[in-house]
């Protein structure tokens, strides 16, 4: 779940954008960049061949990634040698596009769980449309659907409280030199999230202020 655009479950529906001439359908909408090197696009648009990785993205209620949590992540995905080859659990996913970045940049296979059906579906539809359907389970529910452990990477951009309240259960998933990326923070809550996952035996590698939210990368000891 993403704030306010949600690429998650538990968010606020920014709204629809308009373009000059008439009314956006839900799935259509700019094509915009993150980072150095990802292209969101929607499912009508072709796609740019240029050196950007594109990520074909039906938003539904869910947003497209241009959330300041979302493009933050996948900025951080970006930098992080250590996603190649990772499993992955993205917990919240939404739209999926945390997975779907990390695997186009070289994640070997993903879980997206979220409690929305709806978001359940568009993740789905999301991972046929990037040809990774084959390569990411998707379930309804919360952590303890899930029965694996020992994921490589964790992404999970929810709320700062959600987070303190998965925290010992999240970190638990994760395996010792894994790797946590969450988001979704808004600032009032950056030092409670650090200080609960640093007692739970993570270290904070990359804490980044947003605008109104914070970005923490942390690794499990």
Request: with cysteine; glycine share 8%; charged share 30%.
């Amino acid at each position: 779940m993403e704030p306010e655009d949600s690429d998650r479950q538990l968010t606020k529906d920014k709204g629809q954008r308009t373009k000059d001439k008439g009314q956006m359908t839900k799935d259509t909408y700019p094509a915009f960049t993150i980072g150095k090197r990802f292209r969101i696009i929607p499912p009508d648009c072709a796609a740019p061949r240029d050196d950007r990785i594109n990520l074909i993205i039906a938003k539904g209620a869910f947003g497209s990634g241009e959330h300041e949590t979302s493009a933050s992540c996948i900025e951080i995905l970006e930098e992080l040698q250590e996603v190649k080859k990772a499993r992955i659990l993205d917990l919240g996913s939404g739209t999926g596009i945390l997975a779907l970045a990390a695997l186009k940049l070289g994640a070997e296979d993903a879980v997206c769980v979220d409690i929305n059906p709806d978001a359940v579906r568009t993740c789905e539809k999301n991972c046929r449309l990037n040809a990774l359907d084959q390569r990411v389970r998707n379930l309804a529910g919360s952590l303890d659907s899930i029965e694996e452990k020992d994921f490589d990477l964790a992404l999970a951009n929810i709320y700062g409280d959600l987070l303190l309240d998965f925290a010992p259960e999240l970190v638990a998933r994760v395996r010792t030199g894994g790797f946590l990326l969450l988001s979704g923070i808004l600032w009032e809550f950056n030092f409670d999230v650090r200080a609960c996952y640093e007692k739970l035996g993570c270290r904070v590698v990359q804490n980044r202020m947003l605008q109104e939210f914070s970005t923490i990368l942390l690794q499990k000891s």
